[in-house]
């Protein structure tokens, strides 16, 4: 008996999750859509909560630390008469 009663609460279980979906994907499909076109990446963390990433700035990242970085050394004051400052 106690089967049937928990085959029922799954399938009202799984038609809610399923409502859920649908209501997710339905409120955030033009965003997706759009972000999509742009070439980003989306990543779905929650009911109608996405994250939504550019790919660009992995490459810009990636470039500041393959740049070596400068040397910052002090550069002498240069007057009109030639005499450096001290």
Same mark, same amino acid.
């Given at each position: 008996?106690?089967?049937?009663?928990? @085959?029922? %609460?799954?399938?009202? @279980?799984?038609? %809610?999750?399923?409502?859920?979906?649908?209501?997710?994907?339905?409120?955030?499909?033009?965003?997706?859509?759009?972000?999509?076109? %742009?070439?980003?990446?989306?990543?779905?963390?929650?009911?109608?909560?996405?994250?939504?990433?550019?790919?660009?700035?992995?490459? %810009? @990242?990636?470039?500041?630390?393959?740049?070596?970085?400068?040397?910052?050394?002090?550069?002498?004051? @240069?007057?009109?008469?030639?005499?450096?400052?001290?």
């Amino acid at each position: 008996m106690s089967f049937h009663r928990t @085959k029922g %609460l799954c399938g009202i @279980k799984t038609l %809610l999750l399923d409502l859920i979906y649908i209501t997710d994907r339905e409120l955030c499909m033009d965003q997706d859509e759009w972000a999509h076109r %742009l070439g980003w990446t989306v990543t779905r963390t929650g009911f109608v909560s996405r994250h939504y990433r550019e790919p660009r700035f992995d490459l %810009l @990242k990636a470039e500041r630390t393959a740049a070596p970085a400068l040397a910052l050394a002090p550069v002498p004051d @240069k007057r009109a008469d030639g005499d450096v400052a001290a």
